[in-house]
């Protein structure tokens, strides 16, 4: 079936360090990839996403590349603030084919935390 | 703007009683979703709504119940609420089905069971 596989957390780094959070996905078709953040006692806010392969998302400094060679679709920012400590998920949606229309597979999340 | 809108943002309930959580939407989409979120897990779903359109994911349990009266709002009933049930619950929308349609999500209501 479809699943997300995400780099465990949590992660810390200082402020303006390199960001990359793994996602790896498993999917028959051709899924939309996608990342949301959940700042803490929020919901999920969309941060990017993409619907094709080789497909580049991005959004307030972050991007990912949706590689359907590795089947991946890394998170990062090259230089991140403290505003950016959230957690965040990767996501797919298989789409038409298939399965459940209504269902976004989610990865466990990713906690990030920068430190000033 | 344009937005989705859990109230409360905080429930408490005591084990057993029924409890209902609401939803509303201004962006006219055709699809709204519940979620059940436990701490430091992924969003689980729990069913949808195409229109009036009812879908229940396998898994969830009979204890959760929705209601779709009209476009704009969604409710999420608790039967009977079981200490496990106590989590963060996230409605979403989109505009239709389908996986270019991302999701809107609101700020989630957080249950607690006493």
């Known amino acids: 079936g479809n699943s997300v596989t995400q780099m465990e957390g949590p992660v810390t780094l200082s402020e303006e360090a390199f960001l990359t959070i793994n996602c790896t996905y498993t999917?028959?078709?051709?899924?939309?990839l996608f990342w949301y953040v959940q700042y803490p006692g929020e919901g999920l806010q969309l941060l990017l996403k993409?619907?094709?392969?080789?497909d580049k998302g991005s959004n307030k400094g972050f991007e990912a590349t949706y590689r359907k060679e590795t089947t991946s679709f890394h998170l990062e920012k090259g230089s991140v603030q403290v505003s950016d400590s959230a957690v965040y998920f990767c996501?797919?949606?298989?789409?038409?084919?298939?399965?459940?229309?209504?269902?976004?597979?989610f990865g466990k999340g990713t906690k990030l935390s920068v430190k000033p | 703007d344009a937005m989705v809108i859990q109230n409360p943002r905080y429930q408490v309930t005591q084990f057993g009683k029924p409890v209902t959580l609401s939803c509303s939407q201004t962006?006219?989409?055709?699809?709204m979703y519940w979620y059940q979120q436990k701490s430091s897990q992924a969003p689980k779903l729990l069913f949808h709504?195409?229109?009036?359109?009812?879908?229940n994911e396998a898994d969830t349990p009979d204890n959760f119940q929705s209601r779709r009266p009209n476009t704009s709002f969604c409710f999420l009933d608790i039967r009977s609420p079981g200490l496990g049930d106590a989590a963060m619950y996230l409605c979403?929308?989109?505009?239709?089905?389908?996986?270019?349609?991302?999701?809107?999500f609101g700020d989630g209501t957080r249950l607690s069971i006493l």
């Open positions: 979403a929308t989109s505009r239709v089905l389908g996986g270019m349609q991302p999701q809107h």
């Open positions: 999917a028959t078709g051709y899924p939309s």
């Open positions: 993409a619907t094709k392969a080789d």
């Open positions: 996501a797919l949606h298989s789409g038409d084919y298939g399965g459940s229309q209504g269902n976004l597979i």
């Open positions: 962006l006219n989409h055709n699809v």
């Open positions: 709504y195409y229109d009036k359109d009812f879908n």
